[in-house]
């Protein structure tokens, strides 16, 4: 009976497996047919398309494709926007996030309420009055469109920060305070140092927005010097025969994504934790 | 305290100003403002150069006798329609296969999840030349001995072959699905097990019932996300016609971004960016009345 009910065990364990490894098959199968199709040559393309690694390999597409495009310039955008918005995003949403969790005031909760609502508010529907605003600020032509709405804090990292902040005892707050500290010195001072772990998390994530954002990018930057990397990589769709420089387009792909995935490489426990966290009733 | 009793207050008042200033400005500026002049623009006739007036209602009878408007609202609805189900079912399926007792978890966990982490433009490109005519996934077909179709040339696919690539990126559903499953107390299996219930029963007398919470979330959020489906509108119609072939995925977004940025039209774009806001409250709304009935609230 035991050893029956042993056997079924192992063999719904087995069919799981099975399970899990076709859908991650399915999953990774496109990288592998993205990594292949990047070091093929135009040859190779036509003559070879069903060959996985056809040697030789032409791992001489990837300095094509930095010197064909201004793959510098767009990393460069990129990256001064990345920078921009987490600098101002940590500091936004950590001093909110302190207010919203340690200070205690009428309205509070009102506060957190349309904080957390905005949330709902797709950034698409957005776009309109925020390109008027730019316009009107005249940086229209300039990077701050992208830096700017990220830069002055975000929802989601604002929740991740209270929620974080709310576990950290009170009584340590209340015994500075008797010492004579003024809340930014608490704040600045001791509840900062404490809360590393969360703005790890809120760098970690403004870094993937900023460097996977499509739609403002595209309504916001009128000229090419200005294009951030997922720009880049529309444009030589665009551009480009994409049939023939398939192989070209591919290696773009990769070194447009490289990046983004080293970050999650090294951060993955936080991708996973402030995603998941994300989910549940705060 | 009595002694002062305004004193303690006005410094708290400034305190609090001090931490909160800078997003409440944000918020004024960047999101709700917004909102409330996109409701007014869209009573104006309003161009990017030379400014603009009232018109009253001219902009809602003007869209409501576009076809496009029409076009694009049906697409974005049956988009909407096909993907919750399948984000749903995608992800839940990969968290649930990833919650039991398997070796190499966190590979096979990494390996799903990583699409949903990378831009989805990118996601985009990619999946535009794997389902080219001879393509990876052709080329799959073919040893299967199946002709491929053309996916992206062909109106009726265009959009299911949209909906498979969003889903590549099933992996944030299934990561937030997986804590959802962790959550349930193991006492209720145990419980259920001695009932006599098998593995499917407990699936779905136990697990769906406890993560309905989650799976109410989801919905939301995914509705939201298909609502505003844009970009495979522009990127993955053969020879880079957006809205294409034949219109079929010329989406109610990429209607509006055409709208306001191409034909500068922002009175317009904010007629179609008000219906949409109203649209989406509006299901959201009606979900949430109706979720109480499905959604189990305990814990």
């Given at each position: ?7 079924l ?25 993205l ?6 040559s ?27 495009y ?10 001064l ?30 506060l ?55 576990s ?20 600045s ?24 954002d499509?739609?403002e ?27 023939i ?14 990046p ?13 934790e ?9 | ?31 709700y ?8 623009l ?6 990017l ?17 576009d ?6 609202l ?36 990494s ?30 077909l ?6 491929g179709?053309?996916?992206?040339s ?27 499953l ?12 001695i009932d ?14 406890l993560?309905?919470?989650t ?15 844009f ?7 053969e020879?880079n016609?957006p809205?294409?072939p ?32 109203i ?6 709304f009606?979900i949430?009345?109706t ?8 814990v």
């Amino acid at each position: 009976m035991r050893s029956e009910s042993m056997n079924l065990n192992t063999r719904n364990k087995q069919i799981t497996l099975l399970f899990t490894v076709i859908v991650s098959l399915i999953f990774l199968s496109p990288f592998i047919y993205l990594i292949s199709t990047a070091l093929k040559s135009v040859d190779q393309l036509l003559r070879q398309p069903r060959a996985l690694f056809p040697l030789p390999l032409h791992p001489e597409n990837f300095l094509t494709v930095i010197r064909q495009y201004p793959i510098q310039v767009y990393f460069k955008n990129t990256i001064l926007v990345v920078i921009g918005s987490i600098i101002g995003n940590v500091a936004v949403s950590t001093l909110s996030g302190y207010a919203l969790s340690r200070l205690v005031f009428k309205g509070r909760e009102f506060l957190f309420t349309i904080t957390l609502a905005t949330m709902f508010m797709p950034i698409f529907l957005l776009v309109i009055p925020r390109f008027m605003i730019f316009q009107k600020l005249g940086v229209i032509g300039t990077l701050w469109p992208l830096i700017l709405p990220s830069a002055f804090g975000s929802p989601f990292c604002i929740f991740l920060i209270r929620q974080y902040l709310r576990s950290i005892p009170m009584e340590l707050s209340e015994a500075a305070k008797m010492d004579g500290c003024s809340e930014l010195v608490i704040y600045s001072r001791i509840i900062m140092p404490l809360a590393k772990p969360v703005i790890a998390t809120v760098v970690i994530f403004t870094t993937q927005w900023r460097w996977n954002d499509f739609i403002e990018p595209l309504i916001y930057l009128p000229s090419q010097k200005l294009y951030t990397i997922t720009m880049g990589l529309y444009t030589v769709l665009g551009t480009s025969a994409e049939e023939i420089n398939i192989h070209l387009v591919m290696s773009f792909l990769i070194i447009a994504i490289l990046p983004i995935l080293f970050v999650f490489l090294v951060a993955q426990k936080q991708f996973v934790e402030g995603t998941t966290s994300s989910g549940l009733k705060g | 305290m009595p002694a002062h009793p305004k004193g303690p207050a006005r410094v708290r008042v400034r305190t609090i100003l001090l931490f909160m200033a800078p997003w409440l400005l944000s918020l004024i500026v960047f999101w709700y403002g917004p909102i409330f002049y996109t409701v007014i623009l869209s009573f104006m006739k309003y161009r990017l150069i030379g400014g603009g007036h009232f018109i009253g209602f001219h902009n809602y009878k003007e869209t409501f006798t576009d076809p496009f408007f029409w076009n694009g609202l049906s697409n974005t609805f049956i988009f909407t329609a096909m993907f919750i189900p399948a984000n749903f079912a995608a992800g839940l399926m990969t968290a649930w296969l990833l919650s039991s007792e398997i070796p190499a978890k966190g590979l096979f966990r990494s390996i799903i999840y990583v699409p949903a982490v990378l831009p989805m433009i990118a996601i985009l490109v990619l999946g535009k030349f794997l389902f080219y005519p001879n393509g990876l996934v052709n080329s799959f077909l073919a040893l299967l001995r199946i002709p491929g179709p053309f996916w992206l040339s062909n109106p009726h696919l265009i959009k299911p072959t949209s909906v498979l690539l969003m889903i590549w990126q099933c992996g944030t559903a299934m990561v937030i699905y997986l804590g959802a499953l962790k959550a349930v107390p193991g006492h209720y299996y145990e419980a259920a097990e001695i009932d006599g219930l098998n593995r499917l029963g407990q699936f779905m007398k136990i697990t769906i019932p406890l993560i309905s919470p989650t799976i109410f979330f989801r919905a939301i959020m995914d509705l939201i996300f298909g609502l505003m489906i844009f970009i495979p509108g522009l990127v993955l119609p053969e020879g880079n016609v957006p809205g294409g072939p034949g219109n079929a995925s010329r989406y109610y977004a990429l209607h509006l971004y055409e709208k306001a940025f191409q034909r500068f039209n922002l009175g317009e774009a904010s007629t179609l960016a008000t219906i949409l806001i109203i649209i989406s409250f509006l299901i959201t709304f009606l979900i949430m009345k109706t979720s109480e009935r499905f959604v189990h609230y305990e814990v």
